[in-house]
């Protein structure tokens, strides 16, 4: 049975609170993006933060809005089975939305992925992170702190702290991105090691291409204007050897062809003996999240990719 949000409206709302390629198409130029991409945004952040909880499938639970740190913004809702997997392995979603709103609860992060993936005994954890005006930087620390939370608390969902796979859409694709490109540093801050990460259409893989190009304005909101830090912000800048495995999902619909650097993003990896697959989707920025966990060949491929690192999530999706 899918999750269902209780009203309409606000699931339409949802489905366009984490869309920065839609921002492209309702502005001419960057310039004349402001004041009406401001405007924009606040009605959507303002729907979002009305939002109610979805209905589950049955046999599926929820601990809602658990902290994980002392902001009331870092908080994380875990879905499971009521019968998980043995040790079973967790996704760790991070929502999307301009760095600057989106909701852990939001149907298009949540419903379709718990239906499908919970059922078959998966721990999927959606969290909450602080938004803009809080710089990138400490965003992405949210993020790890989150991350290292759940690996110390996941015994007492059933989950394993060893089996986890990073998944992130737009904004919050970018800081998974950043995680999973240099390890080591998560590691320095407590972080064990992951099985690897699904990234759900980043156009941000390559920030300093990005930013020397025609942008929209919310880019240099969010990342600024010092070539330094677009380069520590950067995820092909970050790379290193070693990194653990991405599944890189980009839209070939959009606009601002997000396929190309994610096809620099792979070379690199591939330079370095990495393992990083490509998976283009004639799909909006928006579909790509909203459909992963319905029946077709998108879904299949994903959870290809997420079957081959590791045995327990192979069987999971026989």
């Known amino acids: ?22 921002l492209s198409m309702v502005v001419a130029t960057v310039a ?28 599926v639970r929820v601990l809602r809005d658990v902290a994980y740190g002392s902001d009331a913004k870092q908080k994380l809702d875990v879905y499971r089975s009521d019968r998980p997997l043995e040790r079973a392995p967790i996704v760790l979603m991070v929502h999307g939305g301009a760095w600057r709103m989106g909701d852990k609860a939001a149907s298009p992060v949540v419903e379709n992925k718990v239906s499908r993936w919970a059922p078959r005994g998966i721990v999927l954890v959606s969290i909450d992170y602080r938004l803009l005006p809080t710089p990138v930087e400490d965003q992405l620390a949210d993020v790890l702190q989150a991350l290292v939370f759940v690996q110390r608390h996941a015994a007492e ?76 912000l950067s995820p092909l800048d970050q790379l290193v050897a070693g990194a653990p495995p991405l599944l890189a999902v980009c839209s070939s619909k959009r606009r601002d062809r997000p396929c190309d650097p994610t096809q620099r993003f792979a070379a690199r990896a591939a330079a370095l003996g990495n ?35 590791d045995p327990t999530l192979a069987r999971a999706f026989r």
């Not at 004349?32 to 939002?51: I, K």
């Not at 992130?168 to 320095?188: C, E, F, N, V, Y």
């Not at 077709?296 to 690192?309: D, R």
């Open 157 to 232: 969902w059933g989950g394993d702290a060893g089996k986890i796979v990073l998944m992130g859409h737009s904004a919050g694709a970018h800081l998974i991105d950043l995680l999973d490109a240099s390890p080591a540093k998560a590691r320095q801050a407590g972080a064990l090691p992951w099985l690897g990460a699904v990234s759900l259409d980043s156009a941000v893989l390559d920030v300093p291409a990005l930013m020397r190009e025609r942008h929209l304005a919310l880019y240099d909101e969010a990342l600024g204007n010092d070539p330094a830090r677009w380069r520590a």
């Open 32 to 59: 004349a993006a402001g004041p009406l991409r401001d405007r924009l945004l606040q009605r959507r952040a303002e729907t979002a933060s009305r939002s109610t909880a979805p209905e589950l499938p049955p046999g």
């Open 1 to 22: 049975m899918p999750l269902r949000l209780s009203s309409p409206v606000r699931a339409g709302a949802f489905r366009c609170a984490c869309v920065l390629v839609a």
């Open 275 to 309: 393992r990083v697959e490509v998976l283009p989707q004639a799909l909006s920025h928006e579909q790509i999240n909203e459909r992963l966990g319905t029946p077709g060949a998108y879904n299949t491929a994903v959870e290809t990719f997420m079957a081959s690192l």
